[in-house]
């Protein structure tokens, strides 16, 4: 019968747990930093968007009008257009732009197309 040898090490390396959990742990903050991003960028234009919507129904003017007052500098490639709802009395606003991921990766390089739509009524 063979005796097999019970008494080897138990320690072992560490360093494949720590390795494991520093790529957690980075990726984790890439995606919060990522989403957190995308969430602020997505506010600001939904409250652009209000703003088109609010200043086309209160004067009358064009979106274009309101681009040139406010200034569409704050967003990339800004495309903004606005219609009045077929009850006639509601003026509809969606403004997109381009977002771009805060940290520069190979995997997710690029920007994305955000959009958002807002509406008002005319008094």
């Known amino acids: 019968m063979r ?10 390396s560490i360093a494949p747990l720590g390795i494991g959990l520093a790529f957690i742990s980075l990726t984790l903050v ?27 129904a209160e004067s009358g003017d064009s979106a274009q009008g309101y681009l040139l007052r406010v200034g569409g500098q704050k967003f990339r490639d ?15 606003a969606k403004s997109c732009a381009k977002w771009d991921f805060p940290i520069p990766i190979v ?3 690029g920007s994305r197309q955000i959009c958002a739509q807002a509406a008002a009524r005319l008094e």
């Open 78 to 92: 800004m495309q903004v257009s606005t219609r009045l709802h077929l009850d006639g009395v509601t003026v509809q």
């Open 3 to 12: 005796k097999t040898n019970r008494d080897h090490s138990e320690h072992g």
């Open 30 to 56: 890439f995606v919060i930093l990522a989403s957190s991003s995308l969430f602020i960028f997505q506010k600001r234009l939904k409250n652009y968007s209000e703003g088109v919507a609010l200043y086309v």
């Open 107 to 109: 995997i997710a390089n």
